[in-house]
């Protein structure tokens, strides 16, 4: 009873602010720190970790991701696009930040979990109000005071290597560091804004809340991790209400344009399988399970998304799912558009079940359909068996 | 507590209380898996292992930055092939029947599951079979890229004996180092055997 209570109390305040907040940008397009303060320091460090971004073998030079990236963030960010360097990383988790100099990062993992350019350019209208209400900075400042020893990205490659390499420690640290409630509560709205102020549907803030909601929801049962993005950006429902009811009242006409499906839909398929084998190999089933319904129902190319449902059943080999890889490779494989890593697996499932008729047939269509595999000799064995 | 063993690890390091080693060349046994080399190498510190299991090692030219070479002797069904450390995503386990696809998934997954959000990436290919003394196992490349580090480039060789998963893996930092020690390990790994 008493958690309810302070939950309504807490609720209450929250509306409050939202309905009092001023959602007027704290700085100008063209903004740069004048005078000898900590945020012209800041900056000249955050110079140095966008030069780590700029060498990093993680960044996507694919020029058509950068185009689409750059055109949905410039269109949301209009004057401010001027002050924005937009990078693509390669990583499966969902997250996308802007530092108070104006680097934009984008993870792949982001662009697999949207719907639509709407979808995306909430999570950059977002980032865009941390931007101008000096939130970043303001996280960097609480930063500095918890600083200590080490760095959180640098243990990954210490894990590896042994070895530790400081670059960019205080901002790598920055960007595992929640915002306060207040500052996302402000961020939501005035993203909001900005996307209904470039022509984008603001409903789909709410809608891309719930899909992350409805991921972590998904993962926490089978036993998993929640992403990074909602580590540092914790969602709720409260704050999809919030943020329907804003845009309920303050855009009441917002529609979405169907090409924002389209556009994201044609990203999706032409670079799906770099995608979604990032995300495969992170092993997380659950949230695995819930993109590839979405893709499904996004109208993702049917046989890409069958050909990833039969290996996330593959790779999870929990009881029956042998059965279900199975079926998903087998629709992977016979659709209009076959894949031919899918026979591949076939093969390699039916070998384990010692048929070997059934594996050599599959394998022998595999190499019909690919035959410059680089794993031919492998198969070539296979088929050489008696 | 990761932060503790970091810490402990950087003020052995700091200290000079940890040294490397040298192998000469010959033939070495290493928890029954024997490779030959043809030169000597380093044998890197336990402690500069960072998540390696208690009985694998690593050899270096250059350091383990530029070059190395990892040896993972029998993993037994259920093991991972690195040490899982508590609050990490959980490593993929061996099962004693894995085919020789699911081994090169399984190098790949424990990699990168070892960095917890995607600061590295790892793909695989040229899959390949290759006869390890009397026992049939695989070779296959690797193409790594870590965040704030150089590419990398590898070649593992694998295979199962006993229900134990034998693994070689040699890494190098492109450009320059992959290709200064290649072909000395791949010898090293063609020529292992139990």
Redesign the interface.
Known sequence: MRCIAIATLLLLSLSLKAGDADLTPKIPPGYKPDGANDEKGMWLELEEYER?IQR???LVKDPYINAYVRDVTCRVTGEYCADLRIYVI????FNASMTANGIVQV?T?LLLRVSSEDELAAVLGHELAHYTQLHTMDRLRRTTKAAT??SI?????????????P??QLTALASLMAYSRGDESEADLLGAKFMADAGYDPHAAADLWKKIVDEDANAVAKG??PG?FSKTHPSSADRIVELNRFVDENFPEATADPANKQSHLDMLNAYYLMLME?QI???RFGRTEVLLDRHRQMGVQEELVHFFHGEMYR?RDEAGDMEFAIKAYTLAAQGDNPVPDAY??LG?IY??QDNLPQAQYNFRQYLELEPDA??R??IE?YLNED | MVRKSFVLTAAMLLSGCVAYSAVAPGTIDYSGLKVTSAQAWNVAPGVAGGALRKDSLQWTQDGLLLDRIVFIPAVADGETLFRVSSGADALPSFQADMLPNEIEEIVESSIVKLFAQGEVSVDTQNLRPHKFGETQGVLFDMQMAVSDGPDYSGITGAFVNGGKLYVIIYLGAQPYYFDKHKDEALAIIRGARL
């Open positions: 780590a990093s073998p993680l390669r990583n499966p988790y993870w993992g020893s080490g990205f640098d243990m990954g490659l210490l894990v590896l290597t042994g070895v530790s390499v670059v960019g998993t991790e990074l990032d190999d992170t092993n790779q591949r697996n390699y070998l384990k680089d794993d000799a492998m064995f």
